[in-house]
């Protein structure tokens, strides 16, 4: 089958050198691969040029999470398996892609995700979430399985994931235009559509954020934005509060024995998230310019 990578960026200069030297080691190498910039200012086009990378530049104003992987998606359009990574997603062995690919030996699954695993430099907070999200044990679900794991059910993470063509058209692709979560959407109509989503434990890469206070706040506020606008998603799958009361126990569980002092912040931390999720999902009350000062991804509101 053929495959092709596709990635994201804007100004990677950063993390451009250790994430081609992951590509160039995998014993699987993809057939074809993409790199659509959202118009960089430093050299990592050029980088990724002379990587023997596909480039199509885009103005800024026009990524969306959703519409530019779909247009990623229309330009390799033979590929069979088409895998997304960020920019800041580092692949951690040579093995990571032919694991994931080795989802797709079942011909019910139609999206796979690997493992991300917290950055060496990661903060315990930040650590823990990876952990949480990311356990050891791989898992493919499907339908199902929803009143056992609710909204998990369609978890997935473009950060490092694959997808099947022929199902990834069936249930219509990435929405053009959404705020973010266009993977978990996809999972999800999946789900609906009778296909698997698998989660390989074995295909991983190194991809965690520190964010600050204010900026979990606004993703969690774009989180709510998504699941308010998409109401089949909370239908299908149960509302987010049984996971979130896990994750907290497990926050604090796993503070307790690594950094203890940071259990305030964590709490205080909590409180963000939750206080953006539910703005998020009362979003249609807030004036629009307001919606842009609480969101983390503010081109989306430009077509409101």
């Not at 800024?60 to 398996?81: C, D, K, W, Y």
């Not at 706040?217 to 998409?230: A, H, K, M, T």
């Amino acid at each position: 089958m053929k495959v092709a990578l596709c990635i994201p960026t804007i100004n990677a200069a950063a993390t451009m050198e250790p994430l081609l030297a992951a590509l160039k080691c995998q014993t699987r190498q993809p057939d074809a691969f993409l790199v659509i910039d959202s118009g960089s200012t430093d050299n990592s086009p050029a980088g990724f040029h002379a990587a023997g990378a596909r480039l199509h530049v885009i103005p800024p104003n026009e990524f969306n999470h959703g519409g530019t992987r779909q247009l990623g998606i229309r330009m390799v359009s033979e590929a069979e398996i088409i895998v997304f990574l960020t920019q800041d997603a580092i692949l951690a062995d040579s093995q990571a892609f032919e694991n994931l690919l080795a989802c797709f030996k079942d011909e019910r699954v139609g999206a796979a995700y690997g493992r991300q695993l917290p950055r060496p430099q990661a903060n315990p907070i930040e650590a823990h979430a990876r952990l949480f999200n990311y356990p050891p044990q791989s898992q493919v679900k499907e339908m199902a399985d929803a009143p056992r794991f609710g909204i998990k059910t369609a978890f997935l993470s473009n950060s490092f994931a694959a997808y099947r063509r022929e199902a990834f058209e069936a249930v219509g692709g990435f929405p053009s235009d959404v705020i973010l979560s266009e993977d978990r959407y996809v999972a999800g109509k999946m789900l609906q559509a009778g296909w698997k989503v698998a989660y390989s434990a074995e295909a991983t890469c190194y991809h965690s954020h520190n964010y600050s206070m204010m900026e979990e706040f606004r993703r969690y506020f774009d989180l709510g934005v998504f699941q308010g606008r998409e109401s089949w998603y909370l239908a299908l799958f149960g509302k987010a509060e049984g996971e979130g009361k896990k994750f907290v126990f497990s926050e604090i569980h796993y503070l307790l024995h690594h950094a203890p002092w940071l259990i305030p912040t964590a709490i205080v931390r909590t409180g963000m998230k939750l206080l953006g999720y539910n703005l998020g999902q009362s979003e249609h009350g807030i004036p629009l310019w307001l919606k842009r000062e609480l969101s983390m991804n503010k081109g989306y509101w430009k077509n409101e």
